[in-house]
């Protein structure tokens, strides 16, 4: 068959890549020369940890698709890392020792240990902190590498062409116009235009079920240590749904967040680029419209806090930015993804899960389009 697919971040990526490898031929148009959207501006976690107990199956199908897409693209920096969430109040460790007793602790790699343990397995971490829940199923990729890595890969193929710089404008049955006026007809068309939830994806679709949430994120120079994996602070307990449960509620009533931390909707994550650099954030914003500035205070604030946990100051900050991604509200979704007409299809709203979810996305797409 012959698929098209509109959009070049990871979803639109995961999809070439799924229909590559069942021996379809795949055009892709990115309307940027470049992506430049949510998949080029995040930590690069494959994050089973947080994931609710709905989505852990595939979140670990994810991983391993992941982990067999670095054995064949290295240069993609798959590694099965590991994360340690450090803890500093006993109401914190409290929802670790919880989550530690569950039934699916075990498929997660959950593990609470005390910090001489951890810092056997993360030698950097000489700070403050009283307790670290170690998941041993995460992972990492550098996602700034990410794209152009499974593009060669496809490219290889002789079954796959990619055009930069071109927009998709029209969709008339399986028939793609770009901007340019050239028609890419296929069999199947995949639409995973990102954040981008006007233009095409409305024409198709109509309002979608989703929103776009804001962050802030940096980069440091490189640090003169490894950090063996990721890192995450106490307050990503409050963000993620595997931790849901009666600590949880607890820790949110006898404990405040730092009121910067608050103001912002902050948790630390923590992940190390293999260059060396520390790839540091996030704040969550969500409602629009988003200011064009970044500011300062939640910056401060996770130097800070990651400089308390390893011992030592961080490096200069090499990189701010912000970064906008998709996020379907139905807590029940993966994703939105729905066939708007014979052969047509419109997939967005990972949320904050694109990376961790993206492979396994695209799996279940080409199972449920036929491909």
């Not at 990619?162 to 028609?183: I, L, Q, S």
Request: glycine residues 12%.
């Amino acid at each position: 068959m012959r698929v098209t697919i509109v959009g070049g971040g990871i979803l639109g990526m995961a999809h070439a890549w799924q229909a590559v490898r069942r021996g379809h031929e795949v055009v892709q148009l990115e309307r940027e020369v470049e992506a430049r959207g949510a998949t080029v501006r995040n930590f690069g976690l494959v994050w089973v940890s947080g994931r609710s107990s709905g989505e852990l199956d595939a979140s670990l199908r994810s991983r391993e698709l992941w982990e067999e897409l670095g054995s064949q693209v290295p240069s993609i920096g798959f590694r099965g890392c590991g994360s340690l969430t450090l803890l500093r109040t006993p109401a914190e460790v409290a929802v670790a020792e919880e989550v530690c007793v569950r039934a699916d602790a075990g498929r997660r790699g959950f593990r609470l240990l005390e910090p001489e343990e951890a810092r056997r397995i993360n030698p950097a971490l000489r700070g403050k902190y009283v307790a670290a829940l170690h998941c041993s199923r995460d992972g990492a990729v550098e996602s700034r590498q990410t794209l152009p890595a499974i593009r060669a890969l496809l490219e290889a193929t002789g079954r796959y062409t990619f055009h930069p710089g071109t927009e998709a404008r029209v969709v008339v049955g399986t028939r793609v116009v770009d901007d340019r006026g050239n028609p890419h007809d296929a069999d199947v068309v995949i639409v995973c235009t990102g954040a981008a939830h006007g233009g095409l994806a409305r024409q198709l679709a109509g309002d979608l079920p989703v929103r776009r949430v804001r962050l802030q994120m940096m980069q440091t120079a490189p640090l003169d240590e490894p950090l063996t994996t990721a890192i995450a602070d106490g307050d990503s307990l409050r963000y993620y749904p595997a931790y849901s449960g009666n600590a949880l509620d607890t820790l949110r009533r006898s404990e405040n967040q730092d009121p910067i931390a608050d103001e912002h909707r902050m948790q630390l994550l923590c992940g190390q680029r293999l260059h060396g650099g520390r790839t540091i954030g996030d704040t969550h914003e969500y409602t629009e419209p988003f200011p064009f500035d970044v500011t300062e205070a939640p910056y401060a604030y996770l130097t800070g806090v990651v400089e308390e946990l390893l011992g030592r100051p961080l490096p200069p900050i090499r990189q701010r930015w912000a970064g906008v991604y998709s996020q379907c509200v139905d807590p029940g979704r993966l994703v939105y993804r729905k066939e708007v007409g014979g052969g047509v299809w419109v997939v967005t709203g990972p949320g904050g899960r694109g990376m961790t979810l993206g492979a396994v996305i695209g799996e279940q797409t080409a199972n449920e389009s036929g491909l």
